[in-house]
């Protein structure tokens, strides 16, 4: 088994499935896909972040 594969957690997953049907999107667009009880923005955005940090995603700054 290859020890460099990054695994994801359940949350982290969860985030990735809407990632890949929406190709691309905003946090409030994620947001919008997620079951109830749906957590903090800050915490989706915290998610984002990670995968990032992981390489599963990139982001553009706005504004």
Not at 29 to 47: F, G
Request: charged share 30%; net charge negative; glycine share 4%.
């Amino acid at each position: 088994m290859d020890v460099n594969v990054k695994e994801l957690t359940k949350a982290e997953e969860q985030i990735m499935q809407i990632l890949w049907e929406l190709k691309h999107a905003f946090v409030k667009d994620v947001m919008v896909k997620l079951p109830d009880p749906k957590p903090a923005t800050t915490t989706v955005s915290t998610i984002i972040r990670i995968l990032e940090g992981k390489g599963f995603v990139d982001h553009e700054a706005f504004g």
